[in-house]
């Protein structure tokens, strides 16, 4: 049957077909088997094997036992805490990295391009290095954190504290994620919208966001994906109490610290399993906002 | 001018004051919340001056965090270079059976935190992992030492490199290389005269990243390193130890050294763009 399927081995031309397996189409580019070889081998033991074992360590506990340790008080807060503040981030993170995408095509200014490039240094700051300069900033006694200090409010080693890193390392993936975009769409079609009598407002709203609404769920769930993961610069700002500022990440840190692997694994496995769902959900609205847009 | 180039000056015109407005916002977003960070850094590592800040960077346990960011990403760079490579050779120049499957599982490791990246490799390798018992038997270790480190490493900077080059590859198709195997090169001749020459900027591009990641992970390397001082610190774990001793010079001076390393990169980053933008992935033209 799939004799039927492969081309006769005599029309290679001047260079010989390969001899390929049966689940590759013939080329005449040499190089696949030791290529493909590299790519599987590598991957399988950088990647599916620790992650195999990230499957199958919480099994240890049973089912009942990895109940019991994700709803265990401290844990289920520390999730809480952990996901919660990722999406108000992000959510935040979506006027903000609007109006710097805008701003960055549609104006120009001195200094345009030295503010574009800068919008990666979330990205190309090690974490740890934006961790305890926004702890510095944002302590008591801080720049910053002083004048919050002053009406009353605590910054540094509280939520709000959590919730300005998870700001700061968000941000690049919202700009990025609407740049490109923005910088496409098709500007007859605004100008369509003002010949027609629309104003700068009803332009923007009606014409220019669901255009970018696609772009900008994605850049809002990426940031979310990595907020909720993040640990470097939020570990420092956080104040770390149990119960109230202790994110997901540094939980899987203290049991692995007292030899709960099993423990250390469910949270991991959990952290994983709840972000793939909200990805999924979110990848859903996306292909719903983007079938809508072109009916 | 044409009509339309009319209106959208007009359109320009019309409202200078919330352009204004809107550059100025951004500006001021960018400004708190992200140069002011990168200020604090040079400011704290600078604030009992320059002899201070140099007797921190120089002394012995910085200077084997520097060794040994240096040594581990050396080996996980050009491992997960070579991957890259292989990865996009097989995706972007032959069609199979499973490639999107196989591109998912690629993209996994950005996916997940970095904490999990390294607890992954303690299930494994740790006292109480998988392989555990055989490497206390034979004396092997993994976990707390710098095996674990480049493992971890290595997985959290997984996909930078394949990334940048898949893309790329899969436009400029095989061409090129088909035209060479015809006219009689080699297969390893093509890859070379051919192939590289074609990626190279994209390539660069990638490896950048993916050192600059691997220099600065910290979540990562936190688990598995066990925070020996100057056997298992790289210099992020190093700026950790010291601010945790409220050695805010030292932590701030070995910080400045990973933000230094960040803004050449951004830098670079920038220049490939703004120059080579053509050889890089779509996504990454300006």
Not at chain 1, 68 to 95: H, Y
Not at chain 1, 129 to 143: C, D, H, K, Q
């Amino acid at each position: 049957m799939s004799d039927q399927i492969l081309p006769n081995p005599s029309v290679g031309g001047a260079v010989a077909r390969r001899r390929l397996p049966r689940w590759v189409e013939p080329s005449i580019l040499p190089g696949f088997p030791l290529a493909m070889g590299i790519t599987l081998a590598y991957l399988g033991l950088i990647v599916i094997l620790p992650l195999t074992a990230l499957a199958i360590r919480p099994l240890e506990l049973g089912l009942s036992g990895i109940w019991q340790a994700l709803t265990e008080d401290r844990v289920a807060a520390a999730l809480k805490l952990s996901f919660g503040l990722s999406a108000i981030a992000a959510l935040v993170n979506a006027p903000l990295g609007l109006l710097l995408a805008w701003t960055l095509t549609r104006y120009e200014f001195p200094g345009r391009r030295i503010l574009d490039a800068l919008v990666d240094l979330p990205f190309a700051l090690p974490t740890a290095v934006a961790g305890i300069a926004l702890t510095t900033i944002y302590a008591p006694n801080g720049p910053l954190g002083e004048l919050f200090a002053k009406v009353g409010i605590k910054t540094a080693y509280s939520p709000l504290g959590i919730f300005i890193a998870l700001l700061f390392i968000g941000l690049p993936f919202v700009v990025r994620a609407i740049q490109p975009v923005l910088q496409d769409i098709d500007r007859e079609v605004e100008e369509a919208a003002q010949t027609l009598g629309a104003n700068s407002l009803q332009r923007a709203v009606f014409v220019v966001l669901p255009a970018i609404a696609p772009s900008l769920i994605s850049g809002v769930s990426l940031a979310f994906a990595r907020a909720v993961g993040e640990y470097g610069s939020v570990v420092f700002i956080a104040g770390n109490m149990p119960m109230k500022t202790e994110i997901a990440p540094l939980l899987i840190v203290i049991k692995l610290e007292q030899y709960d692997y099993a423990g250390a694994a469910a949270v991991g496995l959990a952290m994983v399993g709840i972000s793939f769902g909200a990805l999924i959900v979110i990848n859903a609205v996306q292909i719903f906002l983007a079938g809508r847009g072109r009916r | 001018m044409t009509a339309a180039a009319n209106v959208s000056t007009s359109s320009k015109a019309r409202l200078p004051g919330l352009a204004i407005l809107l550059v100025l916002a951004s500006v001021a977003v960018m400004g708190v919340l992200v140069l002011f960070p990168l200020f604090i850094v040079f400011k704290e590592a600078f604030a009992k001056g320059l002899p201070t800040y140099l007797a921190a960077i120089r002394e012995p346990d910085a200077l084997a965090a520097i060794r040994l960011t240096l040594l581990v990403a050396a080996i996980a760079v050009p491992l997960n270079a070579v991957f890259g490579v292989a990865a996009a050779w097989c995706i972007a120049k032959f069609e199979f059976r499973g490639k999107s499957f196989l591109l998912t599982l690629i993209d996994l490791p950005f996916s997940i935190s970095p904490v999990v990246s390294g607890l992954v490799w303690v299930l494994l390798f740790g006292a109480q992992g998988w392989f555990g018992t055989w490497l206390i038997e034979h004396d092997v270790k993994i976990i707390f030492a710098t095996t674990g480190l480049v493992l971890a490493t290595i997985l959290v900077t997984f996909p930078f490199v394949a990334r940048e080059l898949i893309p790329l590859m899969q436009d400029q198709g095989s061409d090129e290389e088909a035209a060479a195997l015809t006219l009689g090169a080699g297969g390893f001749t093509t890859f070379w005269k051919i192939t590289i020459p074609n990626i190279k900027w994209a390539l660069l591009y990638g490896v950048l990243l993916c050192n600059a990641r691997a220099m600065g992970e910290f979540g990562a390397v936190s688990v598995v390193s066990g925070h020996i001082r100057g056997l298992t610190t790289t210099l992020p774990l190093h700026v950790e130890v010291l601010y945790n001793d409220y050695d805010f010079v030292g932590a701030f001076a070995a910080a400045s050294l990973l933000a230094s390393l960040g803004l050449v990169t951004l830098v670079l980053k920038t220049a490939l763009e703004w120059r080579h933008s053509g050889e890089l992935s779509a996504s990454r033209r300006h």
